[in-house]
């Protein structure tokens, strides 16, 4: 079962997992999260594109190191079979991606996300994929298909989600999130990703930690 704990302090775990009538909301508010699949555009946000997804712009937040909220730990079983803790991970850098397979958007960034992730791999830069959708034979043949080099998890049962909308409002798949050294959220991308917006953010997050100077 893949879950994400939020041990910060005065952050409270959703109340989904403990109480029935929370249980109603969130599929609810799971199903709008599966409706906002988002389709990159470059101005005029919030129309209805031709395929039938809400269309997204791509908007991009980030946040100072004071004002960043978490930390994020993300556990669950990917589709290979691999156990995940992102606790584990000796990462500079955490990249998480909402995704599913039939999600247009998805598809259009899938190359450029598995190029970067290669790319950064080098720097201690980790991915990670969070399917909000598909069972395991779908899932992985999108991964065959773009050759994407880092796992996913599954998350049909949106707990995943729903404690990271309790950091970091996701609001539309696919959404991609950057998670600075100490846990934190620094960035987040509603929508399609750009490659370059990705490798921009991911490398400031990487020069926060580097050293500045000579100590004098």
């Given at each position: ?68 909220d ?9 589709f ?28 259009a ?90 490798e921009s ?16």
């Open positions: 079962m893949s879950m994400v704990r939020a041990p910060w302090r005065g952050v409270k775990t959703p109340g989904v997992l403990r109480r029935a009538p929370a249980m109603v909301a969130f599929c609810a508010g799971l199903a709008v999260l599966l409706a906002g699949c988002a389709t990159a555009a470059p101005s005029g946000a919030g129309q209805v594109a031709d395929q039938g997804f809400v269309s997204g712009d791509g908007s991009v937040r980030t946040w100072d190191p004071g004002d960043r978490g930390p994020v730990r993300v556990t669950g079983t990917a290979d079979g691999q156990e995940i803790d992102t606790d584990d991970w000796d990462a500079e850098v955490l990249v998480l991606n909402t995704w599913y397979a039939a999600c247009p958007p998805c598809r960034e899938a190359p450029d996300l598995a190029a970067v992730a290669e790319q950064l791999e080098p720097d201690g830069v980790r991915f990670l994929g969070i399917n909000t959708e598909d069972e395991a034979p779908t899932a992985q043949a999108f991964e065959r298909t773009f050759t994407v080099p880092y796992p996913s998890i599954g998350d049909r049962s949106g707990r995943v989600v729903a404690e990271l909308n309790g950091v970091v409002p996701l609001q539309a798949v696919p959404t991609t999130v950057v998670v600075d050294k100490d846990g934190m959220v620094a960035a987040r991308v509603i929508g399609q990703i750009e490659r370059s917006t990705l953010l991911v490398e400031d997050v990487l020069a926060e930690e580097e050293p500045t100077g000579d100590g004098s």
